[in-house]
C-alpha cells in the first residue's frame, strides 16, 4: 500500500472531430459558446458524461437505471420473466412504485404510476423489486389498484427504500441525488467539463431532399419527396474530466483494487467514448489526437484557459498540431507558476511523432498511459512526481 494516495486524475484530451453534431440544443441546432470573444462549437457535459456512461457500464459489465417508470419495468418482468397474469403483474408495478418514500403520480390513460424524481439504482433493483413483489403477492392479489396520490401500497415502504439505496460501480463512480429516500444520495466522484473546440468554428447548414423510390422509377412526376435541412460543425475539441480518488474510496469501502477497477475503466471510457447524435449521417467516429493525465495531490486542473486565445492553423494547415502545442505550453506554464510539488504522476500519449515539453513522460499507446497513471495514483509514493512533470 503507497505511503501517499494521490487525490486527483486530471485527464485532457486534444481530439478531431469532423462534420458532425454531437449534441443538439432544443431547435436541433449545434451547440455553442463564446469564450475569447470567439465563437466555438460545444458540447455539453452532460451529453459526453451520457456517452461515457454507457461505455462504462458495458467495461464493467454493470449497468444502473436511470427512470421515472421503474414501475412498469417490474411489471414487465413480472408478466414476461416470471410469467404472472398481465393484469396482476401492472397492480404489482403500481405498488413497487408507489410504495417508496418518493411522491408518484398515476397516469391517466395507462395507469403507471411514475415516481416524481427520477430514481437511479443499479439494474439489479428491478429484480430486487420484483422478488418483493413475490414475496408478498397475496396481498397484492387481495389489493386495488393504485388510482390516486392518496391509495397507499401494500409493499413495505423500508423494504423499497432500502432497495433504492443499494449502489453498483456505476453510482459509487458517477453519484447519485435522491433526497427523497434517506441516506440514497451519493456524491458523485468525477467532474467532466463542458468540450468546446480550440478555435473558432461556423455553423453550417445542410440541406437535403429525400427521393420518392416509385416516383423516381417510373419518371412521371418531378420534385422531391421531401426537403430539409440540418445544422453541422467541426473542428478540434479541447475535453477534460477530473477523478477524486477520495471520494470515490469514500464512496466504494473495497479498498484500492476496486478503485482501481473501476478508475481504469472511467478512464478508458473518457478517452474513447463519443456521444451519438446523428452518427447515422456522420459517422464521426475519431480518436484522441493526444491524451494527458495528470494525478495530483493537491486539486485539479484545466487547462481549458490554454484556448482562451483561440488557436490558429498550422502552416500546412488543420488546428490540431497547434492546439497540441498550446496544451503543452500552457501546462509547462501553469506547473511551472504553480510548482511541481503537487505533481505524482504526468505522462501523454499521441498519435503524432513529434515530442512535446511540459506533459510529462511519454508513452507508447493509451493502455499504457492509463496504468501508468493509476500506479502513480494508486501505486506509488509521491516522491515520484518531480521527475514526471
Known amino acids: 500500500m503507497p505511503n501517499t494516495i494521490a487525490r486527483f486524475i486530471d485527464i ?15 431547435n436541433n441546432s449545434v451547440k455553442t459558446v463564446r469564450y475569447g470573444n470567439t465563437d466555438r462549437t460545444r458540447v455539453s457535459s452532460q451529453s459526453w458524461k451520457r456517452a461515457v456512461r454507457k461505455y462504462f457500464e458495458t467495461a464493467i459489465d ?21 410469467g404472472w397474469p398481465a393484469d396482476l403483474a401492472h397492480r404489482a408495478g403500481q405498488h413497487a412504485a408507489a410504495g417508496s418514500s418518493i411522491k408518484f403520480e398515476v397516469g391517466k390513460e395507462n ?37 390516486k396520490t392518496a391509495d397507499k401500497s401494500v409493499l413495505p415502504k423500508d423494504r423499497i427504500d432500502a432497495i433504492l439505496r443499494s449502489r453498483n460501480g ?42 420518392d423510390d416509385v416516383t423516381s422509377t ?22 477534460y ?7 470515490l474510496l469514500a464512496n466504494l469501502k473495497d479498498g484500492q483494487e476496486a478503485a482501481r477497477e473501476l478508475s481504469q475503466a472511467f478512464i478508458e471510457a473518457f478517452i474513447l467514448s463519443l456521444p451519438q447524435a446523428k452518427k447515422t449521417a456522420t459517422a464521426p467516429h475519431t480518436i484522441p489526437d493526444l491524451v494527458h493525465i495528470s494525478v495530483r495531490a493537491d486539486r ?49 500519449a499521441s498519435l503524432h511523432d513529434k515530442d512535446l515539453t511540459g506533459l510529462g513522460i511519454r508513452l507508447d499507446s493509451f493502455p499504457e ?5 493509476l500506479d502513480g495514483a494508486l501505486g506509488a509514493t509521491s516522491g515520484d512526481g518531480e521527475a514526471d512533470a
Open 12 to 26: 485532457h484530451i486534444v481530439q478531431s472531430v469532423p462534420f458532425a453534431n454531437l449534441n443538439r440544443d432544443d
Open 62 to 82: 454493470s449497468k444502473a437505471l436511470r427512470t421515472r417508470r421503474v414501475g412498469a419495468r417490474v411489471a414487465r418482468m413480472l408478466k414476461e420473466e416470471r
Open 111 to 147: 395507469g403507471i404510476v411514475l415516481t416524481n424524481a427520477m430514481i437511479y439504482v443499479p439494474e439489479t433493483a428491478v429484480a430486487e423489486l420484483a422478488d418483493l413483489a413475490e414475496e408478498f403477492r397475496g396481498a397484492l392479489e387481495g389489493a386495488k389498484d393504485i388510482k
Open 170 to 211: 456505476v453510482i459509487n463512480l458517477f453519484g447519485r441525488m435522491l433526497a427523497e429516500v434517506d441516506d440514497a444520495g451519493v456524491d458523485g466522484a468525477v467532474q467532466v467539463a463542458h468540450a468546446m473546440t480550440t478555435h473558432g468554428t461556423d455553423v453550417e447548414l445542410d440541406y437535403f431532399s429525400a427521393v
Open 218 to 239: 417510373w419518371g412521371d412526376a418531378t420534385g422531391s419527396a421531401h426537403m430539409g435541412h440540418a445544422e453541422f460543425s467541426a473542428g478540434v475539441f479541447y475535453r
Open 241 to 247: 474530466a477530473t477523478l477524486d480518488l477520495a471520494d
Open 300 to 348: 485539479p486542473l484545466s487547462y481549458a484557459a490554454a484556448f482562451e486565445c483561440p488557436v490558429s492553423p498550422a502552416v500546412e494547415g488543420g488546428y490540431a498540431a497547434s492546439s497540441r502545442t498550446a496544451l503543452a505550453t500552457y501546462a509547462g506554464a501553469a506547473n511551472k507558476l504553480l510548482g511541481t510539488g503537487g505533481i505524482v504522476s504526468s505522462g501523454w
Open 369 to 373: 498511459l492509463i496504468d501508468r497513471a
